[in-house]
Every structure is written in structure tokens, then in C-alpha cells.
């Protein structure tokens, strides 16, 4: 899914759907001239007032051609949930229907609910539907004899023509949000495909080998400790739970330096069994599951993903030193699949 911003519909080139948000109880207003002007030549006399949380559709003739409408409701009432919690659950569903519905091209409307937001509410908003629709699109098929057909699904964001008052910063917000949002989406999507993978596929070699290519592709440093390097460091106890398995073990330190001069490290440990079959305890149930048993391991290199590829410098906001980060992920099996 590929996210483009725009300065109007007439750019959108030959969408067939509007994503319209609108505030609870406001009747249908878009931010595009030329859609608003072709609603009221249909619609112009409709009562209908978007409702909070609710996804509705309609169709509509544009240009000799119809498109679908998806309206969303928010709610800005004080005792409503976040702008992100909302954007998150109706992104969500305009995703789905999207998905149901084929959609290959979707045009993301400037209506009053961005222009009127503040400069930090209009990132958030953006940055949670960049991070969510494409989460729509996921499915994991590679056992699958028939593939889901690929599709390159764009969504055009309507935003106000620069030089008008406060737009230049706005679509600088606008473009950093969609293109952090889609990148943690990307990272999500990542630890997806990691988690539902085969532990007879995604061995500790295998799931060390794509570290170190997603390390090359995104930006952090990957050093990988076999066995021989393990021993000689006295981790024996990492080396106990390896002896279940006939597979090699790997222990994998991934680093991103994005202040290189800091001297305080943040750490992440995420545990990588690619299969656990409880040992001594041998599992009497759930055992069909127990290739996701790394999955920890794999939500630390889609969040390096994310934190690498968006060239990350600061944590100020988590009131936290400047980005030097070290993930530690070890790797084995407690039996061989």
C-alpha cells in the first residue's frame, strides 16, 4: 500500500473511493470542492449526520463515473476516546471493507476533521491510519498452492494547496506521518510473516540469516554468536536449552546508532525458540502452536525495523536519552521439527 499526498481529487488519478471523516452528528461536507460540488447536485437536500464510530457507504456519479463513499464517524465529545483510538478502530474497518470490496485506490478527503485539528492532532491521525490500513491487506500464504492475488493499493491524501496559511508545515507534518505510520506498518507486517512461519522453515540459522538482511536493508548493525562463540562467553545456561534441539543455535545482537556519541544504551530482549516442546515437561497440549513460541524475538526485529528505517535520533518524547539502542535475541529450539 503506497500513501501519496496530493492537492485535490482532480490529482487522485482515477480514484474509485473516498474515505470521508466527519465529526458526529455533522451532515456530509467534504474538504474537495469537486467532490462537495457533486454530492449536492445528488444529495444536496439529505439530513443524513455521520454517526460516532460508524462506517457508512453510499455511491456517488462523479465525472460520468461512480465511486464509493466511506464515511466515518468521530467523536470529539471530552469523554470520548483519543483521536488515535478512534482513527485506529474506523481505519481499521475502512480497511476491511476496502480489502472485501477490492478496493485498489482510495482518496483520503480534507475534510473539516483535519483542517480544523491541531498540528500535533493532524500527525497523530494520519500516522494511525498510514499504520493501520495496510494491516488490512495482510495475509500469510506462503504454504498456500494458490497465492492471494497481489494488490498495489494507493491511497491519495487530500491536502490544502501550499502557500495557503499554515499549509507548508502541515503537509510537511502530513507527508513524515503517513511515511512513518506506512514504515511501522511495513515493520508490523514483518514480525508477521516471522510468527507464522514453520519452525521446519524458520530455523535458528534462517531467522538469524534474515536478521542480518533486514539489518542491511533498514540500517542496524547484526552480529550473530554461534555455538563455539557462545561457549567461550560462559553462556551456558542459553547453550542447556539449545542441547533439545539437533539444530545449531545463534545468538543475535543487533544495534542502531542514532546518536552514535550518547553513552547510556537502551536494551530489548526478545525470545527466539523457534519451537518449544516444553523440555522435560513435555506440552500434552498447544503443541501445534509452539512454532510461534518466538514470537518475542520477532517483535524485536520488526520494532528495529521501524526504529532503524525511520532513522530515529531521539526518544525525547518517552523522556528518555537519544536513540542508541541494543536488541539481544537469542535462538534455539527444544527439539528438532
Not at 83 to 110: N, V
Not at 235 to 245: E, N, P
Not at 287 to 298: F, K, L, P, V
Request: hydrophobic share 40%.
Amino acid at each position: 500500500m503506497r500513501f501519496l499526498l496530493t492537492n485535490g481529487w482532480n490529482e487522485a488519478d482515477n480514484c474509485t473511493a473516498v474515505l470521508l471523516f466527519l465529526k458526529a452528528g455533522s451532515r456530509i461536507r467534504f474538504g474537495d470542492t469537486v467532490l462537495q460540488a457533486a454530492y449536492d447536485a445528488v444529495f444536496g437536500s439529505d439530513d443524513y449526520t455521520a454517526e460516532a464510530g460508524r462506517i457508512k457507504l453510499f455511491r456517488l456519479p462523479v465525472d460520468g463515473r461512480f465511486i464509493t463513499v466511506l464515511t466515518a464517524g468521530t467523536d470529539d465529545d471530552p469523554s470520548a476516546p483519543s483521536p488515535a483510538a478512534q482513527f485506529r478502530k474506523l481505519s481499521g474497518r475502512a480497511g476491511t471493507i476496502m480489502k472485501e470490496t477490492a478496493l485498489r485506490s482510495i482518496y483520503l478527503d480534507h475534510s473539516e476533521v483535519f483542517t480544523e485539528a491541531s498540528e500535533e492532532d493532524l500527525e497523530t491521525m494520519l500516522y494511525v491510519i498510514a499504520s493501520t490500513l495496510p494491516l488490512c491487506e495482510y495475509s500469510f500464504d506462503k504454504y498456500y498452492s494458490k497465492k492471494a492475488e497481489y494488490r498495489d493499493v494507493q491511497v491519495y491524501a487530500g491536502m490544502p494547496l501550499p502557500g495557503l496559511a499554515g499549509a507548508d508545515i502541515r503537509r510537511i507534518l502530513a507527508e513524515k506521518a503517513l511515511k512513518e505510520g506506512s514504515l511501522l506498518a511495513e515493520s508490523v507486517c514483518i514480525a508477521r510473516d516471522l510468527v507464522n512461519d514453520q519452525a521446519a522453515s524458520l530455523t535458528p540459522a534462517e531467522m538469524a540469516r534474515k536478521s542480518s538482511e533486514l539489518g542491511e536493508k533498514y540500517g542496524f548493525e547484526t552480529e550473530i554468536l554461534d555455538r563455539a562463540r557462545c561457549e567461550e562467553l560462559g553462556m551456558g545456561l542459553f547453550l542447556a536449552v539449545a542441547r533439545g534441539s539437533s539444530l545449531e543455535p545463534a545468538f543475535i545482537i543487533m544495534r542502531y546508532k542514532g546518536a552514535p556519541d550518547t553513552v547510556e544504551t537502551i536494551g530489548f530482549v526478545g525470545k527466539g525458540i523457534t519451537y518449544d516442546s516444553g523440555g522435560y515437561h513435555i506440552k500434552t497440549s498447544g503443541m501445534e502452536s509452539m512454532y510461534m513460541d518466538m514470537n518475542g524475538g520477532a517483535g524485536v526485529i520488526g520494532a528495529m525495523c521501524a526504529i532503524a528505517g525511520s532513522r530515529f535520533r531521539s526518544m525525547s518524547q518517552l523522556s528518555w536519552p537519544p536513540a542508541r539502542i541494543w536488541w539481544i535475541l537469542p535462538l534455539t529450539g527444544t527439539a528438532t521439527c
